[in-house]
Structures are given as C-alpha cells and as structure tokens.
C-alpha cells in the first residue's frame, strides 16, 4: 500500500484564491511527522510546513496552513491568496519515527498551475 | 549562501562509466541524507549519515551505489558502471536533528 497518496495529479487555480491540496497517508506508527514541499521548475526542494503527529492545533506558515484530520489520516495543505510565484509541484511527505528511522517517505506530488 | 549545495548540477555519462557526486550540507547539521527522483515521480530515500556514520540505507541503493561522509562533513556518492536506470536527479538534503530536511539543488544525472 502507498504510505502516501496524493490524489490530484495537477491543479489550475486563479491568483488570489485559496487552493486545497489534498494527502492522505497510511502508518501503524503512533509518533510520526507531516510535511510539505514545493519544488519549482528550477528542481530545489522547499520545505513548507510541518505537523507532528501529537500535535493539537493545525500547522499554519504564513499563507499556508495544514489541515490535520488524524483520524481519517489526513494532512491537506492550503495555500491562501494565491500568487504566481506559486506554481510549482507540491509533495507531502511522512517520516515514521518508529518504523521509518529518518527517511522521508514521498508522495507522487501535484502540479500547481496558477492562472493570472 | 549557506544553504546545502551539489556539484556537479547536472552529468552526462556513458552507461557502465563510474560517476561520483558531492554534497556539502549546511554547516551546523550533523544529519545527511540522499534521496533519488526520477521524472515525474517524489523523491525517494537512498541512504542516511549522521556525522560520519551511514546509519540506514535502502533497498534501493545495489552494490553499484557507495556513500561516504569521511570527516562529518561533506558527503560523495559514487556510482559505478553506471545504467541507463540511473538516470535520476540526485538530491541531497541535511538536518540538525529538528523535524525539516533542508535540501540542496540536486544533481541531474544522464546516462546515455
């Protein structure tokens, strides 16, 4: 089973709107950690944000905020006002604390087209 | 600039040519790690160093693959007679220890 999926090949979405990315993950671990990155064209990775897995209040960085549903295993990223510099693929990403070591676990990543 | 950095950015060889790769973290990590993306795919975790030792590895990484962090610091990552699966972009990215991955620019490898 995919310990990340990501079910939104490419996205389009107006300047100046918010849009939601959606992950979903799959883990036996209790203590595990959530990210996001972007990575333009250039290739670089960035890193986002972050959640932890015992963490009560959902992650918030500047215009991007993390939607954290634990129980339907859940951790959808939203990008508020969106700009052009936006565009971009985004990847969620898992590290299982127990089982997972330090690694990082990908998922297939979604293409972000923002329209002026 | 202090961020992680790579060099070469991008290499071109001939299949069954040995290739090798370098990765200077940002300075005050002590973690190291090398991930493999290939096109339209999210990176995938090779291998793991924290300071001089190589403290995972994947199932990805075969016999051609070696990684090194000889003094903690930077790291190379060798391929030896190189196929054209190989061809990849190979990123590198450091921690301190904190949640965040920090990665570099990556090195785009093609093999003809």
């Known amino acids: 089973a995919q310990k990340i999926t990501q079910t939104q090949p490419g996205m389009f979405v107006q300047e100046k709107e918010a849009v939601t990315l959606d992950c979903t993950y799959d883990t036996s671990d209790q203590s595990y950690g959530l990210f996001w990155y972007k990575q333009p064209s250039s290739g670089e990775m960035i890193f986002l944000i972050y959640q932890g897995s015992y963490d009560e209040q959902n992650a918030t960085e500047g215009r991007y905020s993390l939607n954290f549903q634990k129980a339907r295993k859940s951790a959808n990223l939203v990008i508020s006002a969106s700009q052009l510099g936006d565009s971009a693929m985004y990847f969620c990403?898992?590290?299982?604390?127990?089982?997972?070591?330090?690694?990082?676990?990908f998922g297939g990543g979604t293409r972000v087209l923002v329209k002026p | 600039d202090t961020g992680v950095s790579q060099d070469p950015r991008h290499k071109i060889t001939k299949r069954g040519q040995n290739v090798t790769f370098r990765c200077d973290p940002i300075?005050?990590?002590?973690?190291l790690y090398w991930y493999r993306q290939t096109l339209g795919q999210g990176p995938e975790f090779l291998t793991y160093f924290q300071n001089e030792a190589q403290l995972e590895k994947s199932r990805l990484l075969s016999d051609r693959f070696s990684a090194e962090r000889p003094k903690g610091s930077f790291s190379t990552l060798e391929i030896q007679r190189t196929e054209q699966g190989d061809s990849a972009m190979y990123l590198c990215?450091?921690?301190?220890?904190?949640?965040?991955?920090?990665f570099g620019p990556g090195t785009r490898l093609t093999v003809t």
């Open positions: 300075s005050e990590h002590n973690r």
């Open positions: 990215a450091s921690s301190s220890g904190t949640e965040e991955q920090y």
């Open positions: 990403a898992m590290r299982e604390v127990q089982r997972g070591g330090n690694k990082l676990t």
